[in-house]
């Protein structure tokens, strides 16, 4: 026997025993998208390095530790996408929405890379489906993104699950804020674990998600909230946004530590955390970001969108036993007697699957006991043995697999029987 070739770390395959709950799931997403009426994007799954580095940012993890990157013919960097909003915003320069709308509600779905330390609900190719809304500096699009993230996990029918959400303020107040929790934080510096001394000078909000409890301790006791530190411009923007949330019965909490990870965002951030996940619990998160489209080159455009895991969703909704146990029946299960009657019955076969009724039939040559009891295990709604005796006569005998009584239908009008 030679080695066995095993898949990569962080990585999993979806079976085709589990692969409905996924079919399902996405089934739905794609029907709550068109009910608000976004569109579909779909962009490659290698995009230039620079794109991320200039938009995600150079000191997030993301950029700095978590890139799937290689140079393509030794030449130029390219890196495998760790997530889409960059994507999305570089094609949505490259092809000039603006010209065509000036507001565009866009979603995608596809995989995406990320090499961390693989464990629970987190791996290096996962899930995101995601949306944007590019071209409204209003409250009124912040809430119908969050309105639309919180009826896609109302309708999947998760229960344990609560919004959160927070405001960053514009980018020159939020430096000016920036600066003010360095000077708190500076006298206990020295106090912090290695990785929050290293992000002080770089990307100091993100001591705000450190999990170490001396950290947190420090955090909590001498960092100032950036709530506190808003404009009057800033806190109408918030203020709008709750009553707006708060108009539509949309549940949430303020969590004045949230941050989120990446850099480009500006005033409200929202995230979707489930309690059934243990420490990797974001379901969901985004935010608005309405200086990305500029900073990669395009002109002016106010933006808000979110991206959401679907690894982390599934195991949220197994948890909650939100699937059923089973997959998709098959309508007619065909067992062939012989080789005398292996090409008539191939013709029925075909004949049956262009009239829209799922089919599937031997292909191993084994004997009728075995092609049963095949059918039973594909869950087969009917099945039909056919021989010479059946060709012959022109009739077969279908056989509904859960009563296992048999009707004599004649071979021509097996699709009508079907149809019924
Ligand atoms: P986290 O702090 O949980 O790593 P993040 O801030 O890195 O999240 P985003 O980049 O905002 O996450 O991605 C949005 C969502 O994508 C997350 O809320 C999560 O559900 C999912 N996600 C992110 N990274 C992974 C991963 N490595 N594996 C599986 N799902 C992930
Ligand atoms: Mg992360």
């Given at each position: 026997?030679?080695?066995?070739?095993?898949?990569?770390?962080?990585?999993?395959?979806?079976?085709?025993?589990?692969?409905?709950?996924?079919?399902?799931?996405?089934?739905?997403?794609?029907?709550?998208?068109?009910?608000?009426?976004?569109?579909?994007?779909?962009?490659?799954?290698?995009?230039?390095?620079?794109?991320?580095?200039?938009?995600?940012?150079?000191?997030?993890?993301?950029?700095?530790?978590?890139?799937?990157?290689?140079?393509?013919?030794?030449?130029?960097?390219?890196?495998?996408?760790?997530?889409?909003?960059?994507?999305?915003?570089?094609?949505?320069?490259?092809?000039?929405?603006?010209?065509?709308?000036?507001?565009?509600?866009?979603?995608?779905y596809?995989?995406?890379?990320?090499?961390?330390?693989?464990?629970?609900?987190?791996?290096?190719?996962?899930?995101?489906?995601?949306?944007?809304?590019?071209?409204?500096?209003?409250?009124?699009?912040?809430?119908?993104?969050?309105?639309?993230?919180?009826?896609?996990?109302?309708?999947?029918?998760?229960k344990?699950?609560?919004?959160?959400?927070?405001?960053?303020?514009?980018?020159?107040?939020r430096?000016?804020?920036?600066?003010?929790?360095?000077?708190?934080?500076?006298?206990?510096?020295?106090?912090?674990?290695?990785?929050?001394?290293?992000?002080?000078?770089?990307?100091?909000?993100?001591?705000?998600?450190?999990?170490?409890?001396?950290?947190?301790?420090?955090?909590?006791?001498?960092?100032?909230?950036?709530?506190?530190?808003?404009?009057?411009?800033?806190?109408?923007?918030?203020?709008?946004?709750?009553?707006?949330?708060?108009?539509?019965?949309?549940?949430?909490?303020?969590?004045?530590?949230?941050?989120?990870?990446?850099?480009?965002?500006?005033?409200?951030?929202?995230?979707?955390?489930?309690?059934?996940?243990?420490?990797?619990?974001?379901?969901?998160?985004?935010?608005r970001?309405?200086?990305?489209?500029?900073?990669?080159?395009?002109k002016?455009?106010?933006?808000?969108?979110?991206?959401?895991g679907?690894?982390?969703?599934?195991?949220?909704?197994?948890?909650?036993?939100?699937?059923?146990?089973?997959?998709?029946?098959?309508?007619?299960?065909?067992?062939?007697?012989n080789?005398?009657?292996?090409?008539?019955?191939?013709?029925?076969?075909?004949?049956?699957?262009n009239?829209?009724?799922?089919?599937?039939?031997?292909?191993?040559?084994?004997?009728?006991?075995?092609?049963?009891?095949?059918?039973?295990?594909?869950?087969?709604?009917?099945?039909?043995?056919?021989?010479?005796?059946?060709?012959?006569?022109?009739?077969?005998?279908?056989?509904?697999?859960?009563?296992?009584?048999a009707?004599?239908?004649?071979?021509?009008?097996?699709?009508?029987f079907?149809?019924?």
């Open positions: 026997m030679k080695n066995k070739i095993k898949s990569v770390k962080g990585t999993y395959d979806l079976l085709p025993s589990e692969i409905y709950k996924w079919q399902e799931v996405e089934n739905k997403l794609r029907s709550i998208f068109s009910l608000y009426n976004f569109l579909e994007i779909r962009t490659p799954i290698f995009e230039k390095s620079k794109l991320f580095s200039r938009s995600v940012g150079e000191f997030t993890d993301i950029v700095n530790k978590e890139m799937y990157s290689f140079l393509d013919k030794g030449k130029e960097s390219l890196t495998l996408r760790p997530e889409l909003t960059a994507s999305v915003v570089r094609s949505y320069i490259e092809h000039n929405f603006q010209q065509i709308s000036s507001i565009h509600k866009i979603w995608y596809g995989p995406l890379f990320r090499q961390e330390k693989p464990q629970a609900g987190r791996y290096r190719q996962f899930y995101q489906f995601g949306s944007e809304i590019f071209g409204s500096a209003y409250p009124e699009s912040d809430v119908e993104l969050i309105d639309l993230a919180y009826t896609i996990y109302t309708k999947l029918g998760l344990n699950w609560t919004l959160y959400i927070n405001t960053l303020g514009k980018k020159e107040n430096n000016k804020y920036i600066e003010i929790l360095k000077e708190s934080l500076f006298p206990y510096k020295d106090k912090m674990c290695a990785n929050c001394k290293n992000r002080f000078d770089k990307n100091i909000l993100r001591l705000f998600d450190c999990k170490n409890s001396n950290c947190k301790k420090i955090m909590n006791e001498y960092a100032p909230l950036i709530i506190d530190h808003l404009s009057n411009d800033e806190k109408d923007y918030f203020e709008e946004v709750k009553s707006l949330l708060d108009q539509l019965n949309i549940n949430y909490e303020i969590d004045p530590t949230m941050v989120r990870g990446l850099d480009y965002y500006t005033n409200m951030i929202f995230e979707i955390r489930s309690e059934n996940l243990g420490s990797q619990d974001a379901l969901c998160g985004g935010g970001y309405n200086n990305l489209v500029e900073d990669l080159g395009g002016f455009t106010p933006a808000v969108g979110f991206a959401a679907m690894e982390r969703l599934m195991i949220a909704m197994e948890k909650e036993n939100l699937f059923k146990n089973e997959s998709e029946e098959l309508d007619i299960y065909i067992a062939i007697m080789k005398n009657v292996r090409n008539k019955a191939m013709q029925i076969v075909k004949e049956i699957r009239n829209g009724h799922s089919v599937d039939m031997d292909l191993q040559r084994r004997s009728v006991k075995a092609m049963m009891r095949e059918a039973n295990k594909k869950r087969a709604k009917y099945s039909i043995v056919i021989g010479e005796n059946e060709l012959q006569s022109g009739e077969v005998n279908i056989k509904t697999m859960e009563s296992g009584k009707k004599t239908v004649k071979i021509d009008k097996i699709n009508d079907l149809s019924v």
